[in-house]
């Protein structure tokens, strides 16, 4: 007994030295290699390269494969991290990516612009213990990057089409989260958006540096060639009415976003050159990622060349607007937030990557109107602000130092300030579906259910400008409850 017993503590010991993991001790922490500033401002392509296969191999293997995984309970998807990046270091990639996309409708797409610095990476234990967190957002680019590369994503071929149809408002995140869900079903599904290419604020919000473009087409194309059938450049309410869209399938999904711009209304607002920040994104990727002819961009309305500009708001549209303008090759760019660095909204990593490239960042700065010369903007009034008592939200409340005004010249001010729910009742001519005191569409909580009969609300418009991947999740959840409904009443109508 005793000589087996010391046996299992040897094998024990092999087991451990053979170990792929646990290898944070020994090896730091290392992000795919970052374009120099001075080359990627001159352009919009995405500013990391790809990890090679050894070097992903070797970041998935620090992984500490702790019990309780928090990258994972802190991802909104809950994606199983852990299991991938055993995967991952052990050469099993077809599989990673299987594991990868089995809780997540657009990996490669939440490896590049989810905030992984306040989700999964900000909650690894490892991270906790000073070894530097797990790479997690490359890697999961990585996996998928290459299932693309290698042929193993495909489009989808359900095993029995149901002859039941769910028409979606809206093709971001969240709509084509649940179109994807729904078609895998058999369901037939038909996407109405406003815009003339789908995506939403992938293709037309978010910046190529962040996102290339045909990333997101590649996946458009792949619903489409998984039978989803889009109809663009369809705005509800004037195209076609909410009732008739309500008529022609069996359950209807809100997935419109927030797109109306939050206005401070300050004096001088209306001058020439003060513009809103989506406006400005929407033209810049229309032109510079996909050619597209702009009257705006072509005579400088929208344009950043040769001006001085300053962005007012510090999420992360503000950093896109900034890091935009460099690239539209601004003389200079300056970015107003009222309160400090440390307690802006947006990613830090994003800073710092708009630091490199040159702008300026004028912390506890707030506008309190805009000069102009013959209508056109030549400056913001701004006032100097301290950090306060904490208000409702926990943090510190910015507060005027009285006698600190001065100006800051600009040519161009983009207003960067958030977004609300446009008033779709009004809009769709439904007085019945329920909204919020801010607007929002009030739905169930994990299923998007409304109290109209048969219509669901996903992403933004119910829980107002959020991520990316919380409105992945909402339409996969909003997906599961649909189904629910459809195989409830298939039953019955069987019986």
């Excluded at 149809?165 to 369901?187: E, N, T, W």
Aim: a negative charge.
């Amino acid at each position: 007994m005793e000589i087996l017993f010391y046996r299992r503590q040897l094998e024990g010991v092999f087991t451990v030295a053979k170990q792929p993991m646990l290898k944070f001790i020994k090896l730091d922490r290392d992000m795919p290699s970052k374009r120099a500033a001075e080359t990627r401002k001159e352009d919009f392509d995405e500013i990391y390269a790809e990890f090679a296969a050894a070097k992903a191999q070797e970041q998935s293997s620090r992984c500490s494969q702790c019990g309780v995984p928090y990258c994972q309970s802190h991802c909104p998807l809950h994606n199983n991290i852990p299991d991938w990046l055993r995967l991952t270091a052990t050469g099993r990639l077809e599989e990673a990516y299987a594991t990868s996309q089995a809780t997540n409708t657009f990996p490669e797409i939440c490896g590049r612009i989810c905030p992984q610095d306040r989700l999964c990476e900000g909650n690894c234990v490892i991270e906790q213990s000073g070894h530097g967190t797990v790479t997690i957002g490359a890697i999961e680019k990585y996996i998928t990057d290459t299932a693309w590369d290698k042929g193993w994503v495909k489009s989808i071929q359900p095993t029995t089409e149901r002859s039941e149809s769910v028409g979606i408002i809206g093709a971001g995140p969240g709509g084509l989260a649940a179109a994807d869900m729904l078609r895998k079903a058999g369901v037939q599904v038909t996407v109405y958006d406003r815009y003339d290419r789908a995506g939403g604020l992938l293709t037309y919000g978010i910046p190529g540096f962040k996102l290339e473009k045909d990333i997101v087409m590649r996946r458009n194309k792949l619903l489409e060639d998984s039978g989803v059938k889009f109809v663009l450049n369809c705005t509800v309410g004037v195209d076609i009415s909410f009732d008739d869209i309500r008529a022609k399938h069996d359950a209807v999904v809100i997935a419109t976003g927030v797109y109306k711009f939050r206005d401070l209304g300050l004096p001088g607002s209306g001058a020439k050159g003060v513009v809103k920040a989506l406006d400005f994104l929407t033209v810049s990727n229309k032109a510079s990622n996909f050619g597209d002819s702009i009257a705006a961009f072509d005579d400088g309305s929208l344009n950043a060349k040769d001006k001085r500009v300053v962005v007012i708001g510090g999420g992360d549209t503000a950093m896109d607007c900034v890091r935009t303008s460099i690239r539209q090759g601004a003389t200079s760019v300056k970015c107003l937030y009222r309160r400090d660095r440390a307690n802006m909204p947006g990613s830090q990593r994003e800073v710092q990557n708009a630091e490199e490239e040159g702008v300026v960042f004028e912390w506890l700065s707030a506008p309190k109107g805009f000069a102009d010369r013959q209508g056109a903007v030549s400056g913001v009034m701004v006032q100097r602000m301290r950090l306060g008592q904490p208000d409702a939200s926990g943090r510190q409340a910015p507060e005027v130092i009285e006698g600190a005004d001065y100006v800051e010249d600009a040519d161009l001010v983009i207003e960067a300030l958030g977004f609300e729910p446009e008033d779709l009742p009004t809009l769709w001519s439904q007085p019945d579906l329920p909204v919020t005191r801010w607007g929002t569409v009030k739905a169930a909580f994990t299923t998007g259910e409304t109290a109209l009969e048969g219509v669901y609300a996903v992403g933004d418009i119910v829980r107002g400008a959020s991520l990316v991947v919380w409105a992945i999740k909402d339409g996969r959840d909003c997906a599961e409850a649909i189904l629910a409904r459809l195989n409830a009443k298939a039953s019955i109508a069987a019986e």
